[in-house]
Each structure stands twice: as structure tokens, then as C-alpha cells.
């Protein structure tokens, strides 16, 4: 039988029985505000910043929150089954932990805690190339979890060989090759704190442990940890790729292939023409393009263009069950989620990491439910009226 998420809203309150309540609040767009009471200005304005003005971040939230669920009733929803296939993988839900790199800035046991949790769960985990802990350590962190690794697609060939070598070694079975990030966009909150993780030695770990990276130092990491780091944030991603490119990492990666930033259907067409597996609509949680379309109103058409040849995943701004209710219904497979997990850690470790992934799939099946439907694939645009503003 179908594992019931709901039955963690039961479990909370039998808890309540002995005086205990949750150690984080349920509804996570609270989490937040509790980081920023709790950790330091530098490292939750990193999590919490946005490009520009923050006015794409707001737009992610606005354009979940314009659509609204239309319930149906008297539809049997007794017994519900959340599992999805995305790129030929059993999930138990549609969600899974979105990369975020440097998350040793939130808490010290950073991505494997993170990885441990999503095992935890049976949600997958998608492993930055800019992590603070090397692949290889994540990886055995996580057992037999299952592993999915996110790379920056380097300017140097060799760093971009070897990492893929190093990433199938560890048994990552897909790829996520993000494309919205050939530059770090303009972000007021960092700026105005000087403040950018790599300078403090975060976010490295992969590069200054791989034999190709290190090739291309002038003296060992250890002897110059500034050049090194120099070196790193010149390379690690490449304004200069257009979509011939593709036909490498084609060539060097056997599995699956998701393209992570995709908002235009010309794109997604394009992915498609590539040879690659899926696409992450996505708008970096609207930490790259200020006045970028929110990555929902993109959802449609993107999933439109892709029907039948493309994977469509979902990400930037869900908060809650009902927004992946829908994402799902706007075309998504799935979605990832970033900055609230990025809370969570820093709050509670993988214990905040596994509450925030218990409340949203909690709330998701309550949502479904709820809404006259037992299992994912029954979501449609017929489920969503989108109010005028
Ligand atoms: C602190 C931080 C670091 C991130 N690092 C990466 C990264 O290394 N690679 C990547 O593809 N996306 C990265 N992202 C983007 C996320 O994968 C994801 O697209 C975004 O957080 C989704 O929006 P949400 O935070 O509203 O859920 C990062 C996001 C944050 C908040
Ligand atoms: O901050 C980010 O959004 C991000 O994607 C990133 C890029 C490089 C290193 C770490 C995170």
C-alpha cells in the first residue's frame, strides 16, 4: 500500500498528547523570518536574496497564489497513491530537494545532512556542483538514496570530464545541467554586505578535490587558497555555451539529462531536438533575470511544447501542498523545492530538513484529497481557475 503523507498530521497531534508541538512552525513561509532571527545577516540574506528588487521571487509567489483550486467532491479519495516516474525513477511523491549549493553557511553537517534527509524520506536529492562537501562524501551520506547531481557546466572540458567521471562513480544516476547561472546576477542584499560564500571558502569542495581543477592552479590549492578560489569562481560556469555544446555532455553522460531553467517553449523544443531527458521550468527562485516571467505562468506553455518528448519539473516558489498541487496541475511532473529545506537545515539540521519535506507532502495529499483526487496523474488545468487581477 501507498505510504499515506497525511498521517503526519495525526502523528502531531498525538504528540500533542504528551505536551510536545512541532520544533518548527508547519506553515513554512514562516521559516523565513525565524532564520533571519536566529542566523547570521550574511549567510540567510545568500539564502533569502533575490535579483534586482526581489520583484521576480514575488512574482514566483503571486502567480501559485492567482491560481486557485477548483475542488470536486464525492470522488472516493480513501485510498491515494502519490508515487510518480520521472525519467524512468520510481518516486514515492513528485517532489524532490532542488540543488542548493553552499549550504554549509546554513549549518555545519550542510548537504549530507540535507542528502540524509531526502533518504530519509525517499525524496530525491539533487547535489549542487558548488557544495560545500565533496560528491563522493554526500553520496555515502546518503545510502541508497536516491542520488541526482546538478552541475555548472565549466569553461574548462576537463573539470566538466572529470566531474561527470566522479558523479557516475558515486552513483548519481541523473544529470541537471543548470543553464539561468552563466553569471551571477545583480543581488542588492549581497552587495550591500559584500558578502558572496566563495570568498569565505565555501562552495569549492568538488573543484579544489578534482585532479583536473587542481591541473589548472599555478601553485597547490593549500599554497594559495586565493588564487585558487579566484580561479574557481572565473570557470565554474561559461557565458560562452550555445546549444551545439549539449552534444558533449551527451557524448559524456549516459543517463538521464534535465536542461534547469527553461521558461521559453522555443527552449523546451530545442532541449528536446538535443537529445536530453526533461526540463526544470524554472526561474532560479528569481535569483537571476529581475522582471523574469514567474516560473509558473511560464509552466503551461513550456509543458505545452514539451507534451510526449519531455519530462517537465517544476521549481521557484513553492511553499506549500497546495502549490504543488498546482504546479502538477499546470503541466509539471514534478516539483523541487529550495529555499525553505535551505531553512530548515539551518534551523534544525536534517530534522528541519525532513520537517519541511513532512509538511509539504502532508499538506499535498490533504490538498488532493481534499480536492476529489487520489493520485497525481488526475490533475489537469480543469482543477485551476486563474483569478483576474
Ligand atoms: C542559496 C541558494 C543556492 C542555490 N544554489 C544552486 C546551485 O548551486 N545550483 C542550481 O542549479 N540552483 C541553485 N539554486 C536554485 C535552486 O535550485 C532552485 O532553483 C530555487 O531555489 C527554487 O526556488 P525556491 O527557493 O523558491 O524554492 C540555489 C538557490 C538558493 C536559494
Ligand atoms: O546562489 C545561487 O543561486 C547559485 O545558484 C549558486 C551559484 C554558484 C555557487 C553557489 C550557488
Not at 354 to 359: A, F, K, P, T
Request: glycine share 10%; proline share 6%.
Amino acid at each position: 500500500m501507498a505510504k499515506h503523507w497525511a498521517d503526519f498530521q495525526y502523528e502531531i497531534y498525538l504528540h500533542g498528547m504528551t505536551g510536545v508541538v512541532p520544533r518548527l512552525p508547519t506553515d513554512l513561509t514562516r521559516l523565513e523570518r525565524l532564520a533571519e532571527q536566529r542566523l547570521g545577516p550574511g549567510p540567510v540574506g545568500y539564502v533569502a536574496g533575490s535579483a534586482g528588487t526581489g520583484s521576480t521571487a514575488a512574482a514566483n509567489r503571486a502567480a501559485l497564489e492567482r491560481r486557485r483550486i477548483v475542488p470536486r467532491m464525492l470522488r472516493d479519495v480513501q485510498e491515494r497513491d502519490l508515487s510518480v516516474e520521472v525519467c524512468g525513477r520510481a518516486l514515492p511523491a513528485p517532489l524532490a530537494l532542488a540543488p542548493v549549493g553552499v549550504l554549509s553557511i546554513m549549518h555545519p553537517d550542510a548537504e549530507s545532512a540535507a542528502a540524509r534527509a531526502a533518504a530519509a524520506q525517499g525524496v530525491p536529492y539533487i547535489l549542487s556542483s558548488a557544495s560545500s562537501t565533496p560528491m563522493e562524501e554526500v553520496a555515502e551520506a546518503m545510502g541508497d538514496g536516491e542520488r541526482w547531481f546538478q552541475l555548472y557546466w565549466a569553461k574548462d572540458r576537463e573539470v566538466t570530464r572529470s566531474f561527470l567521471h566522479r558523479a557516475k562513480a558515486a552513483g548519481y544516476t541523473a544529470l541537471f545541467v543548470t543553464l539561468d547561472t552563466p553569471l551571477l546576477a545583480w543581488r542588492p542584499r549581497d552587495l550591500d554586505q559584500a558578502y558572496l560564500p566563495f570568498l569565505h571558502g565555501v562552495g569549492t569542495a568538488n573543484y579544489f578535490t578534482d585532479p583536473a581543477f587542481r591541473a589548472g592552479l599555478a601553485k597547490p590549492v593549500d599554497e594559495d587558497p586565493n588564487a585558487a578560489v579566484r580561479h574557481f569562481v572565473g570557470m565554474f560556469a561559461d557565458p560562452g555555451k550555445t546549444w551545439p555544446d549539449l552534444a558533449f555532455l551527451r557524448e559524456n553522460w549516459e543517463g538521464p539529462i534535465v536542461l534547469k531553467g527553461i521558461l521559453h517553449p522555443d527552449d523546451a523544443l530545442r532541449a528536446a531536438d538535443a537529445g536530453v531527458d526533461g526540463v526544470v521550468v524554472s526561474n532560479h527562485g528569481g535569483r537571476q533575470v529581475a522582471g523574469s516571467v514567474a516560473a509558473a505562468d511560464a509552466l503551461p506553455r513550456v509543458a505545452e511544447a514539451a507534451a510526449g518528448r519531455l519530462t517537465v519539473l517544476f521549481d521557484s516558489g513553492i511553499r506549500t501542498g497546495d502549490d504543488i498541487f498546482k504546479a502538477l496541475a499546470l503541466g509539471a511532473k514534478s516539483v523541487l523545492v529550495g529555499r525553505p529545506y535551505a531553512y530548515g537545515l539551518g534551523l534544525d539540521g536534517q530534522a528541519g530538513v525532513e520537517h519541511v519535506l513532512r509538511c509539504l507532502l502532508a499538506e499535498f495529499d490533504l490538498t488532493l484529497a481534499l480536492s476529489g483526487h487520489s493520485r497525481p496523474a488526475t490533475l489537469t488545468a480543469d482543477d485551476l481557475i486563474e483569478e483576474s487581477v
